[in-house]
């Protein structure tokens, strides 16, 4: 681009269909802007913070790295939010595993569940799905505190196998374990919190309407969100997006079980409690 500014002439590998318009925007040479351009430094958004970029080719063998991308003729990195685990390469490029969505928490008390946490839970709950000729067409979530205990809400559109009524197929005692599936595939500490101190209450999963989903991308992409770029949010943090939801919803669903706790594993050939290891953890990160 700035050779093309400086010398006044468009590269061979500009199009036809481009070279009119490129031609009437260059308007002949000019060194000093050509100059300009490439002594500009790459702006920095705000949400890209002061992390260090990684070239694709530098990448490392197990390593986790989060997503930047460059439009092609823009001037900005967007930081996409997808966090991804390199596992091999393929000659020299690199093959990458979809982790999880960065800084993507829920979290009621003192618990802190990551996406890859509640999309393992969610697959383990949809396999009961099966007996009732129903699948789970997307989901998402938020963490509900409005109320004490706060709780885990979850919002689920549901579709029949062979296009039956959705209203008909849904059966309540095998929603209700769906709860309690994804409470018992929770981690250690949100389940000592629901069972044992009861700081964190029944999940909930709340059934919308078909097509909830489809209205919820629309949504996004008239704040701004890119159509090509778009992934349902697994928490909801937008209080419109959530009354978008709210209005959509047509049944109730709450665990009816409490989920086990081990209290005790071995480590040294000594039983130890479980909360004490996550302690000494923490205690060693700070």
């Known amino acids: 681009m700035c050779s093309n500014i400086r010398s006044g002439q468009l590269s061979d590998w500009i199009t036809d269909s481009c070279r009119g318009s490129v031609s009437i925007i260059l308007g002949g040479l000019?060194?000093?802007?050509?100059?300009?351009?490439?002594?500009?430094?790459p702006e920095i958004m705000e949400s890209e913070g002061n992390d260090t970029?990684?070239?694709?080719?530098?990448?490392?063998?197990?390593?986790?790295?989060?997503?930047?991308?460059?439009?092609?003729?823009?001037?900005?990195?967007?930081?996409?939010?997808?966090?991804?685990?390199?596992?091999?390469?393929?000659?020299?490029?690199?093959?990458?595993?979809?982790?999880?969505?960065?800084?993507?928490?829920l979290s009621v008390y003192l618990e802190a569940t990551m996406e890859e946490d509640l999309l393992n839970a969610v697959t383990n709950a949809t396999q009961l799905l099966k007996s009732s000729d129903i699948m789970l067409r997307d989901f998402t979530c938020y963490p509900h505190i409005s109320t004490v205990p706060g709780h885990y809400v979850l919002y689920w559109e549901l579709k029949g196998n062979n296009n039956d009524d959705i209203n008909e197929l849904i059966d309540t005692n095998v929603l209700m374990e769906c709860c309690s599936v994804v409470e018992e595939s929770l981690d250690a500490l949100y389940r000592k919190f629901r069972s044992k101190d009861g700081s964190t209450g029944a999940l909930e999963i709340r059934v919308v309407q078909q097509g909830t989903f489809d209205s919820l991308m629309e949504y996004f992409i008239a704040q701004g969100a890119s159509i090509g770029q778009y992934k349902t949010p697994r928490c909801i943090k937008s209080s419109a997006a959530l009354e978008l939801l709210e209005n959509r919803v047509t049944a109730r669903f709450f665990s009816d079980k409490l989920p086990h706790v081990d209290t005790l594993v071995c480590v040294n050939g000594r039983p130890t409690s479980i909360f004490s290891q996550i302690n000494a953890i923490s205690r060693m990160i700070l």
């Open 30 to 41: 000019n060194p000093q802007l050509a100059d300009i351009i490439e002594d500009m430094q």
């Open 53 to 105: 970029i990684v070239d694709l080719v530098n990448v490392k063998l197990g390593c986790y790295y989060e997503l930047v991308v460059t439009s092609y003729s823009g001037l900005h990195r967007y930081r996409m939010g997808d966090v991804l685990q390199v596992t091999g390469f393929n000659n020299s490029a690199p093959q990458f595993k979809f982790i999880r969505r960065q800084n993507v928490v």
